[in-house]
């Protein structure tokens, strides 16, 4: 006998957590911090109703099939040591005279985050540099340099990230070690009236090399498979904020602090399928046997197709390891256009600058990074096909210019300006407005069926695969590091549940390297 059976469904955020350097005996000041953000509260009736009396439920088992629309602002599910976001489906049985019963289950949302339809940034390389001294003036020695380059901004788990780290130690202080650890830093928000931060950082990959002498240079590579983990989030969830860095550090000998340099990533759920489009060129100077080391030249561009309007991120990387010195490195968007004769076999060609940018250049025996921001102006579409006498092109520039009387190094890559942009390969899914996203709906009868979803950015047979799921990393902590007056993360979800996350089987980038390598 109940009075009625409530079918829930909810989705919120929450956060909580402690101030231990509080003093326990002084109560009169608040020292717990929370957070609370709804984003799903659904309710139905399996029986009865909320003005029903008493209602009989036969023995046996009954069957109720519903379905509800899930909200487009729902982040990804998270479970971490000072809060969580979580979905549940709870049955409550409304009994009198009684208290009532109540059955719950969690369940797994996934935020669909693909990398494809992000900012074209996460396409091309990136590169931070760090420089410290040690003592003071006068004693103060030679810089120690470090840089640590990444092939892409954006990752999935699954997917290698592959460190590059340059060390140029020119001090008297040699390191004894170089460690490099992917991070993941989520950061908890409180409401007021007890407004506060927290932060949590986890480590989820680490690895160690080994260290550089002084007055020596090293360059050392190191793989970072990325494991299960929740997907970068800023912008769904208020109190709750996710976010992933490489961490490099140099451990020195003696009394001096470490010397340590972070670059921050992207974690989403769907890989990048564009390929980032490259092109390099090196240029000697001098005849043998006086012939200089290279001057190299790599550009790095997201795609070969681009709209006026749009911002071209240009990626150039100048290895100097000449004798000469690169004073200016430009770049230039040029329209290259032809004219042919219809009388006769001549042919003549103009070259117009579209945009252009300059930096700084390069000292001898180092090598540098740069990210230029090309802005495209209004400009006609290239034409190669549609008019036979004028052949409309476009192409990317980049010129090292070097002192003296040497020739420039320079290198071209080929671009297409059009009038429509590249559309992204999965547009995010918007329901029907005239359904309800807060409403829960019983679905009655055998034929009956739920209400489509949106499709998967992945399918059978594609490439890449459909990924695997598995826990994530952050919710094993190390037991060796116990966060000491803290809950662990396992503390705060009930035990028959974690969130799954995908996980992608893909190459490293090395080995696909040599794929391509050996079908050509």
């Known amino acids: 006998m109940v009075i009625s059976v409530v079918l829930q469904i909810k989705g919120y955020a929450e956060t909580h957590w402690t101030d231990t350097e509080h003093d326990p005996e002084d109560q009169s000041n608040g020292d717990s911090f929370n957070g609370h ?26 069957k109720h099939r519903f379905a509800c629309q899930l909200p487009t602002t729902c982040p990804s599910s998270f479970e971490g040591t000072f809060g969580q976001i979580r979905y549940l489906v709870n049955v409550r049985f409304v009994r009198p005279w009684k208290f009532d019963q109540n059955f719950s289950r969690c369940f797994t949302v996934l935020k669909v985050m693909d990398l494809n339809s992000q900012s074209l940034m996460l396409r091309v390389p990136t590169q931070v540099e760090s420089q410290r001294t040690f003592c003071c ?8 340099s470090m840089c640590l380059s990444l092939p892409r901004g954006g990752f999935v788990p699954g997917q290698t990230v592959a460190v590059e780290i340059m060390v140029s130690n020119d001090s008297g202080v040699p390191v004894e070690d170089i460690t490099v650890k992917l991070a993941m830093v989520v950061i908890y928000y409180s409401q007021p009236p007890c407004a506060d931060t927290n932060k949590d950082h986890f480590v989820m990959v680490l690895k160690t090399g080994e260290g550089v002498s002084s007055k020596c240079r090293k360059q050392l590579t190191f793989d970072l498979k990325v494991p299960a983990t929740p997907p970068t989030c800023f912008d769904l969830c208020s109190i709750i904020q996710i976010g992933y860095q490489v961490e490099a550090e140099a451990r020195v000998k003696g009394c001096h602090g470490s010397q340590s340099l972070h670059m921050p990533i992207t974690i989403g759920s769907v890989p990048l399928t564009k390929v980032p489009v490259q092109a390099r060129t090196e240029k000697t100077f001098g005849v043998w046997p006086f012939r200089s080391d290279p001057l190299t030249l790599e550009l790095n561009l997201p795609q070969t197709g681009f709209v006026p309007g749009q911002t071209v991120p240009v990626n150039v990387l100048v290895g100097n390891e000449s004798k000469i010195r690169v004073y200016e490195v430009k770049v230039a968007l040029a329209m290259m256009i032809t004219y042919y004769s219809d009388l006769s076999s001549g042919v003549n060609s103009e070259r117009k600058s579209v945009a252009k940018l300059k930096a700084d250049g390069v000292m001898r025996n180092s090598r540098k990074m740069y990210d230029f921001q090309l802005p495209i102006p209004s400009t006609p579409p290239s034409c190669f096909h549609l008019c036979r006498i004028i052949k409309i092109g476009y192409q990317i520039e980049v010129v090292a210019k070097v002192k003296g009387m040497h020739v420039n190094g320079t290198l071209v890559l080929p671009v297409t300006i059009c009038g429509v942009p590249i559309a992204p390969p999965m547009g995010q899914y918007i329901p029907d407005s005239s359904t309800d996203q807060s409403t829960l709906t019983l679905i009655e009868g055998e034929g009956a069926c739920a209400p489509a979803a949106p499709p998967y950015p992945w399918s059978e047979g594609s490439v890449p695969s459909p990924p695997s799921y598995a826990e994530a990393m952050h919710m094993h902590p190390d037991p060796e590091k116990p966060r000491q007056g803290q809950p662990e993360p396992r503390d705060l979800v009930e035990k028959s549940y974690s969130p799954l996350y995908p996980v992608y089987k893909l190459p490293p980038q090395t080995e696909a390297k040599k794929d391509k390598e050996e079908q050509k």
Request: proline content about 9%; glycine content about 6%; aromatic content about 8%.
């Open 137 to 144: 003036f006068p004693c103060r020695s030679a810089p120690l």
């Open 37 to 62: 953000v709804d984003y799903l509260a659904t309710k139905a009736y399996l029986h009865g109703s909320s003005s029903s009396i008493e209602v009989v439920i036969e023995p046996g088992t009954s």
